[in-house]
């Protein structure tokens, strides 16, 4: 009964460093979400993707990168971090455009 | 553009207490309306929703009645628990933006025995 399954749950990383974070959903889900938790901000979606193979910008999807090579994997790519990227990340997933979302447990990355 | 205002917290009461926490939106049409509980260490989980105008929400003792005529959707329990302590997040999906959704900053909740 796993659901949506973030790894890693915590990272530190000094600036510039790239790394990629890992989202995988066991529910056949076709949409996949990544989002940022900043405090007194909410969640702000950073970039989503409606099937297998497609991805599209969110909110605020500067400084990163996705993929969605495979239906139950949403990979989510920062290339040169910067201390702003410091946040909560989380991963969701839904059966539809309709269907509520599942998310995952977060990564908290912090960048130095 | 799309917006959802909450109440600042952190939010404290004694158990068995009163809850409302309030909750605003901005937004064109009848969006659909939630409330998620993010327990700690944890990722959100949908507590409940309402589609359209009037609907009133409900779920493990929570309510929440979506007003159109004050663009309000604010959450209530008549008696709070320990276990109720988390951040509740209100939340608003477009009706013509598929599943995008519009989250305000969350509101803290503390129950102390």
């Known amino acids: 009964n796993a659901g949506v399954t973030q790894t890693p749950k915590f990272r530190v990383l000094k600036t510039g460093q790239s790394m990629t974070l890992l989202c995988a959903q066991d529910m056949n889900h076709e949409y996949m979400y990544w989002y940022r938790q900043d405090p007194g901000m909410g969640l702000r979606l950073i970039h989503y993707s409606v099937g297998e193979g497609t991805t599209a910008k969110g909110e605020v999807p500067d400084g990163y990168n996705v993929s969605r090579l495979k239906k139950q994997n949403f990979l989510l790519g920062l290339e040169s971090a910067a201390p702003s990227q410091t946040s909560v990340y989380f991963c969701?997933?839904?059966?539809?455009?309709?269907?509520?979302?599942?998310f995952g447990d977060g990564t908290r990355l912090s960048i130095l | 553009g799309n917006s959802v205002t909450q109440m600042e917290g952190p939010v404290t009461l004694s158990e068995e207490a009163f809850l409302t926490i309030n909750c605003t939106y901005t937004?064109?049409?009848?969006?659909?309306l939630f409330w998620y509980v993010q327990y700690p260490g944890e990722g959100l989980q949908l507590l409940l929703k309402a589609t359209k105008a009037d609907d009133k929400g409900s779920n493990k003792g929570f309510e929440a009645t979506y007003r159109k005529e004050t663009t309000s959707f604010h959450l209530e329990k008549g008696s709070v628990q320990v276990s109720d302590s988390a951040v509740y997040f209100c939340a608003l999906r477009p009706n013509n933006a598929g599943n995008m959704l519009t989250f305000g900053g969350g509101t803290r909740l503390m129950v102390k025995p």
């Open positions: 969701a997933s839904s059966y539809g455009s309709q269907q509520p979302q599942h």
């Open positions: 937004a064109t049409g009848y969006p659909s």
